[in-house]
Structures are given as structure tokens and as C-alpha cells.
């Protein structure tokens, strides 16, 4: 049994196949693209998982699309004649693009893909549902999804057992937590639906003043989670801003033009709005946990990938295991249509051993062999050295200790926003001026931007506060207090004043408050990844290195060949690791570098 999911049209288009209930590949349209967050049709994404599956269009038995668009169709008529005469301008905006692409998916499919077989269609957080529940280790568990929005519903929550999941519980648009979320990373200069990680790493730095002020205001939160936003105050029902003149007046000013320079008072938002919504999933959880008696959570939805609630959520929550979807976006509705056919729609039985997952360890898209990469490489005269298997890691290893940033492109491509060792920038934890340099002469972003710890699973409980596995990067913790440095004076440090502060043996990725958001590794989801790692440890004493996306600011984890050395190339990297073959930047020749990519960023 084949068969396709399919996301597009909103963001993060994406592809899955399912092949007899195994997720044979998974990828998003961007990564083929090189358009960020692109949300057209995936086009490349569905070939490549028909090639990876070693099936042509005619083998697919079903093909099923994350939501069903004449329901949100609806949402959005209603929204618009609710908000009239305000609202047309709004629908008049939108309505091209249903009108060419929105409302014609079936007939899009079958043109696209010369497709004559059976289309579904799953509800938005039924999808998003699937994606939390299946894939998790768990054969019985609650599910909570929230997110920006579906077709109405803009959080859900229910039971999952065995082959079947029903949503119990919703709250409907325009009530959400991911636009509240949204209009406060639109307000502090972000961009919506792709910046809000940036006000996530961003509230450390502030005190969050406007607590008060977002409960008494914008928010009446209950005790169960449930709320309702004074919608006065916001214009993503009846304008084209996610704010308006009314919410500008009540934070004491415009929204922050993007690029300028980020004040105190931007901290300060971000430190509250990510108050805020932590109680708020700490009260939902709570509620879930209560009505539903579950001890352990699934969750979707692109408000789960708010690492920093997740934490809070495992220390300070009722649940005793936590599962978080790693493409708990929109990209993963693809993957949770496709398992909900297989499950629940199908009936197929599911059974899983309580303590792995069937994710993949999320590395579920593109590789290249050895001899694909030296052709590549040949063929563009680049210099390099092949390693025996056995020499990477020591080697790698020798070099990140040296101060040394790494490009390390290994096995299958990350489904989902994080680099989990596969399409990685990798380097020394250990070096005060890593995370600068990583920021500005590498990534070419902010500078308050942190970094993560991939660290080694056996060892993390020894330098952090957490007795949980962490695989996605989905999880913050603190430092192990027995790690961190004593600091004087701190209380004076204002804003990015604190990046100035080395606060443990592993500055480059400890945080302002003394957090990391971690990835743990075992050895049986990424051997070679384990391997230098561990290498790492056995030469310094750390079982950990600095992990971040194998790209540069605004463009996408890099896929192919060609997207890795360009990459490489254009930056400040040392070394690249393609397979088994090290290249030098220093044995390579220059090439002109893209002068868009280096824009600096002041701390203040």
C-alpha cells in the first residue's frame, strides 16, 4: 500500500510516502527550491519520494492532502462578511490565489502528477494530530495541537489508542495562540510564520514587564487554558497586519521596522509574550492531563516547536513522557495525512515497544554515496582528502578542537526546521568567541542568536537538568548548577550586555539564563554523528559540540552537492566533511563571494 501526503499552498509545502504503515521519505519543497518556507506545489519533493519509494504515479493507492480547503474557504468568507466592510479588502486580497489554486486541489493533483486514483482529505489538526500520535513510541497517549490556524480550529486536543485518534476538544479561530504568538514577533520587527524562533531566543535578554498588561488587554485566559483574545487590539481578522493602531498605542508605539536595531523594549515584549504563552500551555496540558487521565503527551502544531514552553512543560507538567512531532509545522501535515490513512482510515494495526519511536530519527530525506559525491567533486576540480570511515571522526574531531567551524553533510536530510547531525555546522562549545563568530561570519544573522548542544545521550544528565531523552532539539533545559560560573555584578548587565559573560565551561551554547536547548544522540539513530562526538570527548573532556543548521540567514537547509560546497564557500567555514571526503577552504580556489549574505548585525 502507497501512499502520498501532501502540504502546500500555506507554508512549508512538503511530501510523504507511507509504504505498508513505514515512512519511506519525507521531505520539504524548499530544500529542492532553495525559496524559504516555500508553499507551492511539491513538485520535486513528490519525485523524489516516488524515487526514493522505487515507484512510478500509477503505484500510489491513495493521495491525501493535510486539510480540507473548502472548510477554511469558509472560515475565510465568514471571517470576511463578519468583518465587513473592513474584511472585503482582506478577502479581495486572498481570493486570486484561491481562486487559481486553493479550491482546484483534486484537480490540481491529477494534472500535476497525471494521478487517477483515490484522493482524501484530512481535517488541519487531525493531520497534525496523526503526526504527534503514530510516530511516538506510545500505544496509548493524549495529543494536544496548537497552531496559527487550520480550517477553525486553532488548538485540539484528544486520545490516541492503537490504530485511532479522535479530536475530543478545540478552540476556533479567531481565539490562538500561535496568532497571538505571531503578532508579537510581527510587532518586535520578525517575520511571521518564520521569525517567531527568533523571539523565542530573544526574550533572555528582557524582563517581561508587559505580563500584566497582555493578561489584563489582549487575553482572558482561563484555568483550563482556554481563552479569548480582545480582538480590537489585532488586524489578521479585518486588515493586513497582524497588529493595528490600538495595539501599537498599548505598547507605546509602532511595531519595529525589520532590520533596525533591537532595543531593550523589544526584549522586554518578547520575555513577556513568551511568559504568557508558556502558562497558557502549561494550563492546557494541565486540562488535557486532567480530562483525558494520560500520562504521556504527544504534541503538534507550530507552536510545539517553542522549545523553551516544552521544557517547562516536562519539568513543571503533569505528564510523565513527552513525544513532540519534529516537523510539527505545517511540513508535517504531510506525514500525519498519510500515517491517518494508514491507521485509522485503513485500520492497520500499530504496535510499538513503549520506547521507540518510528520517525526515523527524523532523517527521512535525500543522501548521496560516495561515488556520487567524488563525481561531484571531480568534476568541479575541488581539492579534498578521503578519509577511511574510521578516520573521520578523530579527525573531525582533532579539527573542531582546534577552533575550527565544520560543514558536515552525512546520510539522510532532516525532515523538519532542525539540523540533527546530518546537514549540520558544527564546533567547539568550549570557545568563548564560537558564538559570535558562528552568528556573524558564518550564519550572516543576529548575534544574540543562540546556539545548540548536540550531546552525547549517555552524558547529558551530567551537565544539564534533564533526565529525558531530547533527540529533535525540541527540549531547553537548564546547566547543571555544578557547571555554570559564578558570576559578579550580573544584576548590572543590561540586554546584550550578557552575551559578554561566559557562564560555563560551554559558553558558545549556554544561554543567558543559563539554558541550552539540547539534542541528545544515541548511538543506534546516528552512528557516525555518535562516533565524532564521542571522538570529541575522548580528546577534550566534553561530550558535546555546537550543532546548527547547515545554512546561511534566509535560505534554506542545504540539500544537494552543489548547495553544501556553494554554502561553504560563500562563508567563514574551515572544513567540509561530504561522506568520506575532508575539503580545506585554504587548498580551495576563492570564488566571488555573494555580497547579500554578509550583512552585520549590531549587538545594541
Known sequence: ???????????????????????????????????????????????????????????????????????????????????APSGIRQFIQAMPLWLKQKLWIPEIIRNELNYKGKILFTEHHESHAASAFFPSPFQEAAFLTMDGVGEWDTAS????????????????????????????????????????????????????????????????????????????????????????????????????????????????????????????????????????????????????????????????????????????????????????????????????????????????????NDDQIEEFLINEGVSYTKLLYTEISPMVAGLIAGGNVIGWFQGRMEFGPRALGARSIIGDPRSPEMQSRMNLKIKYRESFRPFAPSVLKEKAAEWFELDKESPYMLLVAGIKKDKRNQIKDEVNLKGFEKLKVKRSGVPAITHVDYSARIQTVKKEDNPLYHDLINAFYEKTGCPMIINTSFNVRGEPLVCSLQDAFKCFMRTEMDYLVMGRFLLDKKEQKPVEKDSGWQQQFELD
Not at 206 to 225: A, R
Request: hydrophobic share 40%; aromatic share 12%.
Open 1 to 83: 500500500m502507497n501512499i502520498l501526503g501532501i502540504s502546500c499552498f500555506y507554508h512549508d509545502s512538503s511530501a510523504c510516502l507511507v509504504q505498508d504503515g513505514l515512512i519511506t521519505g519525507a521531505v520539504q519543497e524548499e530544500r529542492f527550491s532553495r525559496k524559504k518556507h516555500d508553499f507551492n506545489f511539491p513538485t520535486n519533493s513528490i519525485r523524489w519520494c516516488l524515487l526514493e519509494g522505487k515507484i512510478s504515479v500509477k503505484d500510489l493507492d491513495i493521495v491525501v492532502f493535510y486539510d480540507k480547503p473548502w472548510v477554511k474557504f469558509e472560515r475565510i468568507l465568514e471571517t470576511a462578511l463578519t468583518y
Open 157 to 368: 486536543f484528544g486520545v490516541g489508542k492503537n490504530n485511532s485518534l479522535d479530536i475530543e476538544y478545540d478552540l476556533r479561530f479567531p481565539h490562538s495562540l500561535g496568532l497571538l504568538y505571531s503578532a508579537f514577533t510581527y510587532y518586535c520587527g520578525f517575520k511571521v510564520n518564520s521569525g517567531e524562533y527568533k523571539l523565542m531566543g530573544l526574550a533572555p535578554y528582557g524582563e517581561p514587564k508587559y505580563v500584566d498588561l497582555i493578561l489584563s488587554e489582549l487575553l482572558d485566559l482561563k484555568e483550563d487554558g482556554s481563552f479569548k483574545l480582545n480582538l480590537k487590539y489585532f488586524g489578521y481578522c479585518n486588515g493586513l497586519k497582524m497588529t493595528n493602531e490600538r495595539f501599537d498605542k498599548l505598547f507605546g508605539g509602532p511595531a519595529r521596522k525589520p532590520e533596525s536595531r533591537i532595543t531593550q523594549k523589544q526584549m522586554d515584549i518578547a520575555a513577556s509574550i513568551q511568559k504568557v504563552t508558556e502558562e497558557v500551555v502549561l494550563r492546557m496540558a494541565r486540562y488535557v492531563h486532567k480530562i483525558t487521565g494520560q500520562d504521556k503527551l504527544c504534541l503538534a502544531g507550530g507552536v510545539a516547536l517553542n522549545c523553551v514552553a516544552n521544557g517547562r512543560l516536562l519539568r513543571e507538567g503533569p505528564f510523565k513522557e513527552i513525544w513532540i512531532q519534529p516537523a510539527s509545522g505545517d511540513a508535517g501535515g504531510a506525514l500525519g495525512a498519510a500515517l491517518f490513512i494508514w491507521y485509522k482510515y485503513l485500520g492497520s494495526p500499530r504496535k510499538t515497544d513503549g520506547m521507540h519511536d518510528l520517525q526515523n530519527a527524523s532523517l527521512l530525506g535525500p543522501q548521496h
